[in-house]
């Protein structure tokens, strides 16, 4: 199979302005004859929803909540970046694009990500036209903070909401084409089978998870916008419901998958505390603006942190990383924290944290600045602080509210104890230029995708890139491929494609319902977890990922012999839901696997320890690895390797620096 | 800790439902959602049927849970959501009983689960601003005073959990309108709309069979956001005034 990544031609500014320009557009007459499916309903997916129907597009939107506004965009906290430059710092599209492709690693491609650059700017602008409320300086304008990687105060932000006030802003648009009669919502389905006919995505089998009956939807496209991975290590950021299902059905129907062990571990979580645990809190990197990460000097130091004298603390990302100090990328800062826990300086009872304190600046930098504002003479150091404190409420306030309800203490006080977790993918379904998939028809957005991030994304990026795709780039793209489909009329679903679809399906949980073993869905995706994370996670070698794969083939057949879903498949039955994704991921989880096994090459958050610098720093191979891996998958779990070559003609590649 | 539980079960929509008892061993630092996890794999591995309940971010901000525990929407804890709240908020021995949301217009599902779809009818009858991809200017071209948005976004950060109906005795989804109509009629770009929307907005909230409001305030006291109740008296506001240019 050759990969054709369908980057226009021409300079890199100009290839998106060129491509709009160029690109066929189907005429307001016949979108309304053209039924668009858009499975997942977070950033990327409402945008896409909203934005087509305001087009003219027929819809059908999915998705598995209870309503649309309950995607896992809405938990994103900390903002979303854009080139505004309101800052007047420097900032441009083409640092935006710089910044994205270094803190990747070297490994996204290079037309994409400056398409993203540019059109970060409409992004902010269109979503406060919808009425989202960022946070504002007391002039009236936006207000903007720093994230990792990047040396520019690109980031917009409301609170610590981001994610929620824009995917509520999106919803609102999605709502409004609902209300008009332009989107047909189906809540609590899920896609369980996409249905091709003559090679091309001609709709999708969806499961009412609330009947359990299952549904045939045509469409002259279907778009994915079903999120990432995550969950394969069970112990995540994501929801309890985010899933790989739909994208793996689409891979499993001729869908390449890209980059599939490329996984961000995001250093500032809260860490584990029971084997009861069912899911990890994120605490946004934009804590990092303000908070210093450090750990005691003196191994096994038992003392309370606050006892600790300045000259015995080591803050070792300023240390090791002066220039950009607490705000390295998250790829490099987690690796930084598992280095010194693994080295026997970690804190709290499990030793598997370090300190993220506030103390320093709610003094130093917010403590004066509001004492000379109020002209407060000479303040004491208890008088900063409590200054500080007020304005580390107004813009963290739910962010250390959350921490202190689920760890009982209270950071204002104390300093947070953080560890890493794995919070996103940047693997997905492999698309070109246009967000399509190898199967023609089929596309997938957001997260779901490979594109943007290579292999490491920066912070507040993704929030950008599900609304890139939703907003502003599917709406032109997908007009190349409808344009040339105003012939096709609707095909019936009685077509003997969605008939064989929808008996695959019926099949499939037939057989899972059959099995009656002994074991609860939970423990054996509890098991994959573990496997994962110890082996394919943070740090990745020969002998465990080669382990990992019989482990992990193991425990899938065991799973298809001793699996117990209580209850029937015709009603609300939360456990088989849950089995039908487990079973996907017991299949990911071995290609991830795979994928990290023949990356012979540390990049970004891919850190094969067999490839690091002396200062153990990863260390790439660009002469075999300056690419991306994209697997085809053949039958019974085996799969082909493609690659992609990426090509750098802005951009000089370097060896990652952040010191 | 040793917990005893009293859970309504009910199979659907349509048949009957009863409380039944549970005994189960929680952490103190588990959070409430685990430890009906930890209960449910017992159940499963015993055979039984396990409790449905709904669920999602489990970091208070999807809305998705949705228990009434004690007698109150998200239990006995100010400002949290089921999801946040912790095992070590009650005592060894205690019984702890947990119901679905109960209203007319959130029927329910299966157990804990119900059916809020009539939020989303709400919202799409008038819950935005009419504003297509591609049309709009500079985002600082438009001036908003800090205060302003703020106070937007205060009301804004309502996540439709419904606790609000849950916990009033006429069921009412007034705080949650109110929020919403809050938070576009405050913005400069709400303006245009802002008499039409409430309007449409308050007579879907009729039509979906919500209570009226009397003004007790337990919907602002058990919100998980602690949304004020200021903004149901904005809502009434802003109803009578649109009324009154006749719309």
Known sequence: MKLDSKIPQGSVDTKWTQYKSSVSLVNPANKRSLHVIVVGTGLAGASAAATLAEMGYKVSAFCFQDSPRRAHSIAAQGGINAAKNYQ?????????????IKGGDYRAREANVH?????????????????????????????N????????????????????????????ALERQVGLGNVTMYSRHEMVEVVKIDGKARGIIARDLVSGKLERHFGHAVLLCTGGYGNVFYLSTNAMGSNVTAAWKAHRAGALFGNPCFTQIHPTCIPVSGHYQSKLTLMSESLRNDGRIWVPKKKDDNRQPNDIPEDERDYYLERRYPAFGNLVPRDIASRAAKERCDAGYGVGTTKMAVYLDFKYNMINKYGRTEASKRGIQNPSEDVLLELGKEIAKEKYGNLFDMYKQITAEDPYEVPMKIYPAVHYTMGGLWVDYELQTTVPGLYALGE????????????????????????????YTLGSYLSKEIHTKPIST?????????????????????????????????????IMWDKCGMARNEKGLKEAIDEIRALREDFYKN????GSVDEFNPELDKAGRVADFLELGELMCWDALNRNESCGGHFREEYQTEEGEALRDDENFKNVFAWEYKENNQWELHKEELNYENIKIQQRSYK | MNINLKVWRQRNQNSEGRFEEYKVQASPDMSFLEMFDVLNEQLIEDGNDPIAFDHDCREGICGMCSMVINGRPHGPKQGVTTCQLHMRSFSEGDTIVVEPWRANAFPVIKDLSVNRGAFDRIIASGGYVSVNTGNAVDANSILIPKEVADEAFEAATCIGCGACVSACKNASAM???????????????????RQARVVAMVNQMDAEGFGACTNTGACAAECPKQIPLSVIANLNREYYKAKLNGK
């Not at chain 1, 699996?563 to 209580?566: A, E, F, G, L, W």
């Not at chain 2, 705080?175 to 709309?193: I, N, R, Y």
């Open chain 2, 175 to 193: 705080l949650f309108v109110g929020a919403k109509v809050t938070q576009l009629s405050m913005l400069p770009q709400g303006q245009p709309e």
């Open chain 1, 88 to 100: 007047n710092d420097g900032d441009s599209v083409y640092r935006l694009f710089y910044d994205t």
């Open chain 1, 563 to 566: 699996v117990r879903i209580p």
């Open chain 1, 115 to 143: 398409r993203l650059a540019e059109v970060s700017t409409n992004i902010i602008d269109q979503c406060v036209a919808q009425g989202v409320p960022f946070a504002r300086e007391y002039g009236g304008t936006l207000s």
């Open chain 1, 145 to 172: 903070r720093s994230f990792g990687g990047t040396q520019v105060q690109r980031t917009f932000y409301a609170a610590g909401q981001t994610g929620q006030q824009l995917l509520l802003g999106a919803y609102s």
């Open chain 1, 448 to 475: 779901a995708n490979f594109s943007d991030h290579g292999a490491n994304r920066l912070g507040a990026s993704a929030l950008m890139q599900g609304l890139a795709d939703g907003y502003f780039i599917i709406p």
């Open chain 1, 494 to 530: 009685d077509h003997e494609a969605f008939v064989e679809a929808e008996k695959k399906v019926s099949d499939r949980i037939n057989q899972l319902m059959g099995i009656q073993g002994k074991r609860t869905v939970e423990s054996y995706h509890r098991e994959l977890g573990k």
